[in-house]
Structure formats: C-alpha cells, structure tokens
C-alpha cells in the first residue's frame, strides 16, 4: 500500500518535520524554564509546611494561561500572514491567467 503522488503532496512532509522539531524545541524551552517557575512560585508564596500542592497549581494554573494567550498571538498571526500569502498568491495568479489569455487570443495581424 503505497502512497501515490498527489496524497504525497498534500501531506506536505516538510511541514510536518519542521512542526516536529519544533514541538521537541518547545519541550526543551519548557524543561528549561520548569525550575524557574516554581522557584519564583515558591518565593511569591510561601509556605509554612513543606507541601508544595498549593504552588504547583499556581504555577500549572499560570504558565496554561501564558501559553494559551502566547498560541492565540500565534493563531492571529498566522491568520494574517495566511491572508497575505493569498492577497500575494493571487496577484501572481492574476498576472499568469492574463498572460495564458493572451497566448489564446489571436492577434488581428495574425493569419490562420
């Protein structure tokens, strides 16, 4: 079972690898920063027993809401560059489709 080359095409492979590695380089940025955070949790909030429950859910609590305000940013954007890519796109578009009218339309000059 293989696959042909339109289904090739559409998976768009290069960006599922780019995607990739870019969730792996995500989870080293979050690994990086874990220490940090409930540092500064713990620092902000301290406690008078050794239970940490409290600041771990501050902190779990916190970094969702950065992420998912930082993953609208990056929605947004997109969005915006999507739309120009197309206004840019179509620009292109229109130039070939006029150039294509103009190779099948018969110059008054012309003889058949």
Not at 72 to 96: C, G, P, T, Y
Request: aromatic content about 8%; proline content about 2%.
């Amino acid at each position: 079972m293989g696959l042909n080359k339109e289904d090739f095409e559409k998976l768009n492979m290069r960006g599922i690898v780019i995607s990739s590695m870019m969730t792996a380089f995500g989870l080293v940025v979050a690994l990086a920063w874990k220490d940090t955070i409930n540092a500064t949790v713990a620092y902000l909030m301290p406690d008078n027993n050794d239970g940490t429950l409290q600041g771990m859910y501050v902190t779990a609590i916190a970094v969702t809401a950065l992420v998912m305000g930082l993953a609208m940013l990056v929605l947004k954007l997109n969005a915006r560059v999507e739309k120009e890519i197309e206004r840019v796109q179509s620009f292109f578009d229109d130039e070939d489709e006029e150039d294509s009218k103009e190779s099948y339309v018969k110059k008054p000059d012309e003889e058949a």
